[in-house]
Each structure stands twice: as structure tokens, then as C-alpha cells.
T-cell receptor, first 115, second 114 residues
Framework: DGGITQSPKYLFRKEGQNVTLSCEQN?????MYWYRQDPGQGLRLIYY???????QKGDIAEGYSVSREKKESFPLTVTSAQKNPTAFYLC??????????????FGAGSRLTVL | GQQLNQSPQSMFIQEGEDVSMNCTSS?????WLWYKQDPGEGPVLLIA?????ELTSNGRLTAQFGITRKDSFLNISASIPSDVGIYFC??????????????FGKGTLLTVNP
């Protein structure tokens, strides 16, 4: 089935450790996005990428890093510099700037808990 | 930046009741989207609106793109228990070029009592 696949679904990490969340897509979307979701705060954009080997900071990029070496993959690393990393992370893909209307398709999410 | 106000924040209704929620923006959009998120899952697109005044239905769901281009509403008729979840509105203003980011509302949490 076509879609956005995130892994792992649940992840536990000790303070001070980096962790990488995987996001893969087979929709041939140019653009990919990472959002963070906290209760009552909606979706906040962390990073996005319009094209391979290029990415831009979103509204809350501090403490996070990404790479876009392949069109299908957009992993997110939550570094030890992120002060409050416990959250639900959502990856999404969309047609991006090539399309007038950028309708996003989301993955099922990854829940990160810092112990 | 663009601000989206979504209301209400939460709703508790009885099965069979109709539901209405809306989003208002401080600036105009070209596209309004409505998503539903089930607990522990990612949001799923319900309805996409592309033109001011457009009224679109998807089963028991109806959404409208406001004439001013600064608001949109979503109605759910005859609610059922599986309607439970968080409903998000999202807007986009594009004029060609690189403006392709969506602005999301904070969501409406819907609880349906059987």
C-alpha cells in the first residue's frame, strides 16, 4: 500500500541520548515534513524538505536535525540538546511547491518518551 | 505569522447529535483542509476545499470554505461513536513559488457518548 511509514511506533530514551526516528514514503512526494504534537498544542513544524539534499527549519527546529539523502526517506534525529523531547512525532509528505494545493499525507506517528 | 483559531477546543455529545466546529484566520487562505486524528494515530484527510464559498460533503461530513477566505466550518451529522477523535483544520496561502506550508489549528477534541 502507498503511504508514509514511521518507525518505531514507541521509543524510550534516557536523558542525554540522541535518537533517530525513521520516515519512509512510497508516494513519490517531493516534499516531506516533521511535526511535533503535544496535548492541546496542535501540530508544530520542526523541519521540512522540498527536494533531495535540501531542507529548511520550521518553527521549532532547535534540538533536532534531519537529512534528505533520498527522495523516499526523511529521518529525524532528536538530539540531547532538545530540552523537552517527550512528544508524539508525525511525519508527512506532500506534492510541495510543484502543486498549488499542498495536501499532506501523514504517517501513523512515533511516540518518544524520555526517562 | 498566520494564526488559526479553531473552536471549540472540545465537545462532548450524545450519539446521534449533529456537531459543528470552525476555524478562523487572521489572513486569507487559498486552500482549507480538514483532518481527523484517531487516538495514537496520524491525521487523515477528510475534506479539501479549494474555492471561496465551496461546500463539500463526504458522507455525514460537510465542510465550507468561507466567502471571506478567512474561515471554514465542518459539520458532522448524526454522530456515531467512531467519530471520536481530534479534528484539525489547516489552511494554505499559495501564490506560486515556494509558499507551500500548511498552518494548522490546535484541534477540536470530540467525544461521543453512546
Amino acid at each position: 500500500d502507498g503511504g508514509i511509514t514511521q518507525s518505531p511506533k514507541y521509543l524510550f530514551r534516557k536523558e542525554g541520548q540522541n535518537v533517530t526516528l525513521s520516515c519512509e514514503q512510497n508516494l513519490n512526494h517531493d516534499a516531506m515534513y516533521w511535526y511535533r504534537q503535544d496535548p492541546g498544542q496542535g501540530l508544530r513544524l520542526i523541519y521540512y524538505s522540498q527536494i533531495v539534499n535540501d531542507f529548511q527549519k520550521g518553527d521549532i527546529a532547535e534540538g533536532y536535525s534531519v537529512s534528505r539523502e533520498k527522495k523516499e526517506s526523511f529521518p529525524l534525529t532528536v538530539t540531547s540538546a532538545q530540552k523537552n523531547p517527550t512528544a508524539f512525532y508525525l511525519c508527512a509528505g506532500g506534492p510541495g511547491f510543484r502543486s498549488g494545493a499542498n495536501v499532506l499525507t501523514f504517517g501513523a506517528g512515533s511516540r518518544l518518551t524520555v526517562l | 505569522g498566520q494564526q488559526l483559531n479553531q473552536s471549540p477546543q472540545s465537545m462532548f455529545i450524545q450519539e446521534g447529535e449533529d456537531v459543528s466546529m470552525n476555524c478562523t484566520s487572521s489572513s486569507i487562505f487559498n486552500t482549507w483542509l480538514w483532518y481527523k486524528q484517531d487516538p495514537g494515530e496520524g491525521p487523515v484527510l477528510l475534506i479539501a476545499l479549494y474555492k471561496a464559498g465551496e461546500l463539500t460533503s463526504n458522507g455525514r461530513l460537510t465542510a465550507q470554505f468561507g466567502i471571506t477566505r478567512k474561515d471554514s466550518f465542518l459539520n458532522i451529522s448524526a454522530s456515531i461513536p467512531s467519530d471520536v477523535g481530534i479534528y484539525f483544520c489547516a489552511g494554505q496561502l499559495y501564490s506560486g513559488g515556494s509558499n507551500y506550508k500548511l498552518t494548522f489549528g490546535k484541534g477540536t477534541l470530540l467525544t461521543v457518548n453512546p
